[in-house]
T-cell receptor
Framework: DTGVSQDPRHKITKRGQNVTFRCDPISEHNRLYWYRQTLGQGPEFLTYFQNEAQLEKSRLLSDRFSAERPKGSFSTLEIQRTEQGDSAMYLC??????????????FGQGTRLTVV | DQQVKQNSPSLSVQEGRISILNCDYTNSMFDYFLWYKKYPAEGPTFLISISSIKDKNEDGRFTVFLNKSAKHLSLHIVPSQPGDSAVYFCAASFTGFQKLVFGTGTRLLVSP
């Protein structure tokens, strides 16, 4: 296990279609995050899991977005009825809960979504 | 509102010289700061972090300075190398707040 893995790396879809992305975190990491990055911006937080529990969702995560982490390992992010504004890089990150209050998150290579 | 700001969208430096990337924040609750480096078509890579109980942290060629009173931090790269050319993001969080808040990034170009 060399890092956070995301699949697919690229996805082109037609407006109105549903898409699903997968993230496999670093194996011992119990925290998993989804971020979205658009051109010229930094990554923006979407949602966060601790083990299988989804503990926080950003208001950026509309009703068309859903994320799961069914067994506390890999996670999926689904976008229903995609819109052109959903075109972005979707980044997954993971970190390890420790006795220290803050630890760095490690990012995957991202899934670039293009909605045409 | 943009809680973490990187006001310089780009910086050009010659190889061997110092690169200084700056970051300002507005939320005084932030107590942990990180720098990430990002190459095109890749995810951000963690570089270095600093807790608010410190004002400096070093790791090899990279040093981060934190000025809490000014709500300002900077990343120094000495000496700069062409392989350092990338977009650098400043990020912040605070204890109990699991997400990172990122700046908009600074594109560093190190020329030979």
């Amino acid at each position: 296990d060399t890092g956070v893995s995301q699949d697919p790396r690229h996805k082109i879809t037609k407006r109105g279609q549903n898409v699903t992305f997968r993230c496999d975190p670093i194996s011992e990491h119990n925290r998993l995050y989804w971020y979205r990055q658009t051109l010229g911006q930094g990554p923006e937080f979407l949602t966060y899991f601790q083990n299988e529990a989804q503990l926080e969702k950003s208001r950026l995560l509309s009703d068309r977005f859903s994320a799961e982490r069914p067994k506390g390992s890999f996670s999926t992010l689904e976008i229903q009825r995609t819109e052109q504004g959903d075109s972005a890089m979707y980044l997954c990150a993971s970190s390890l809960e420790s006795r220290f209050p803050n630890t760095e998150a490690f990012f995957g290579q991202g899934t670039r979504l293009t909605v045409v | 509102d943009q809680q973490v700001k990187q006001n310089s969208p780009s910086l050009s430096v010659q190889e061997g010289r110092i690169s200084i990337l700056n970051c300002d924040y507005t939320n005084s609750m932030f107590d942990y700061f990180l720098w990430y480096k990002k190459y095109p078509a890749e995810g951000p890579t963690f570089l270095i972090s600093i807790s608010s109980i410190k004002d400096k942290n070093e790791d090899g060629r990279f040093t981060v300075f934190l000025n809490k009173s000014a709500k300002h931090l900077s990343l120094h790269i000495v000496p700069s190398q062409p392989g350092d050319s990338a977009v650098y993001f400043c990020a912040a969080s605070f204890t109990g707040f699991q997400k990172l808040v990122f700046g908009t990034g600074t594109r560093l170009l190190v020329s030979p």
